[in-house]
Every structure is written in C-alpha cells, then in structure tokens.
C-alpha cells in the first residue's frame, strides 16, 4: 500500500471480511446439512482472506481493525430462506468493499488481490442468489450499488 486512502480502503475490505465470517458462522445453525460444505468453505475463504488482509495492513505500517462483537444482518435470520439471505447481502458488501480497493490504490499486487476477492464473493454471492431462487441469479457489476 503506498498511499492512506489505500490503507482505508483495504480497512473497509477488512471490516467485510470480519463481517463474513462473522455470518457465516451465524447461518450455519439454520441451514440443512446438504449445505454444511459450501457454508464452511465461505467461511473458510472468508476468514483467510481476512487473515491476509490483516497481514497486508501490519506490513503497510497499519493497525488492522479488529471484529465487532456482533453484526446485524439486513434481516433477522431465523431460518434457511433469511440465512440465505443473509449470505446473498454480505457477498455483496465483500464485493463492494473490494471494488473500493480496487478504486483507490495503483498497487498491481494489491489491485489483483482485491481483483480476486471481489471476483470470489461474485462467485459466492451468484451461489446464493440462485439458492435464494434471485433474478437476475448473476449481478452484471458486483460491488457496484444496484
């Protein structure tokens, strides 16, 4: 990161990541077992990029942020159907947090990281909105606002 707003951005990026795991974790309880392997590989990506992120931030000089206690998902979620839901929101946030990366840094490593993370939570966010039964299942810009 050569610049603050890099920094800042990427501090968003962190938040989302936080964020993800955090609701990944949430859902897990409400969704059926033939979906435990696809929930625990989001989370599993969430919280690898997270720890990356956090890696990228101390080498840049920056104290990450760490986790809220909680987060509030756009709904409450009390069964599969606002679970999934919830997945389709927070995939959406991930891709909007890396597109802000993408937006404010020049860096080639750090623009092909955010690149990738954006392009994964596309990936997953798609699963999930066609889970949800969403049209249209795919979003043409992920991370821009609809």
């Keep these: 990161m050569s610049d603050q707003a890099s920094a800042d951005a ?3 990026g962190l938040g989302a990541e936080h964020a993800a795991v955090w609701t990944y974790g949430l859902v897990s309880a409400f969704l059926p077992k033939a979906q435990e392997a696809v929930v625990a590989e989001g989370a599993n990506a969430h919280r690898a990029r997270r720890d990356t992120t956090e890696r990228w931030l101390r080498d840049a000089g920056q104290q990450p942020k760490p986790a809220a206690a ?4 756009p709904e409450g979620v009390q069964d599969a159907a606002s679970s999934i839901a919830a997945l ?3 995939e959406a946030d991930c891709c909007a947090a890396w597109r802000g990366v993408l937006e404010r840094t020049d860096d080639n490593a750090l623009r ?3 690149l990738t993370a954006l392009t994964e939570s596309a990936v997953r966010g798609t699963r999930w909105r066609r889970a949800a039964g969403l049209t249209p299942v795919s979003i043409a810009l992920p991370g821009v606002p609809e």
């Design 88 to 90: 389709v929101a927070v």
């Design 70 to 73: 909680a987060y509030l998902p």
């Design 112 to 114: 092909t990281t955010a």
């Design 10 to 12: 990427v501090q968003v």
